[in-house]
Nanobody, 117 residues
Framework: QVQLVESGGGLVQAGGSLRLSCAAS???????????MGWYRQAPGKQRELVASVAKDGNTNYADSVKGRFTISRDNAKTTIYLQMNSLKPEDTGVYYC????????WGQGTQVTVSS
């Protein structure tokens, strides 16, 4: 298994920016088989939804609602991913979860992002 530790959430005004980080650690074997990492978010009363993901080959995928505002990236070791969030809107508020998929699915504990209007 792999552990995912998120950081970087917080409170920001609409139009502001935040940067989230997610570091994977644990089984070297599991980490080697990670084929996708990404960010999901869950707003109160809503289902968890994909925000952005990056595949092993570097291909990225974004929710339509964040295209042009959010950018997902990763370090060279492919064990840490980042989510740069610009032009934040109140509807971006929620708990953001890091996800890693490979031999199985691993989730981080979540980090709160609150955007005030």
């Amino acid at each position: 298994q792999v552990q995912l530790v998120e950081s970087g959430g917080g409170l920001v005004q609409a139009g502001g920016s935040l940067r989230l980080s997610c570091a994977a650690s644990g089984s070297i074997w599991w980490i080697r088989w990670i084929n996708t990492m990404g960010w999901y978010r869950q707003a109160p009363g809503k289902q968890r939804e994909l925000v952005a993901s990056v595949a092993k080959d570097g291909n990225t995928n974004y929710a339509d609602s964040v295209k042009g505002r959010f950018t997902i990236s990763r370090d060279n070791a492919k064990t840490t991913i980042y989510l740069q969030m610009n032009s934040l809107k109140p509807e971006d508020t929620g708990v953001y979860y890091c996800h890693a998929g490979g031999l199985g699915d691993s989730w981080g504990q979540g980090t709160q992002v609150t955007v005030s209007s």
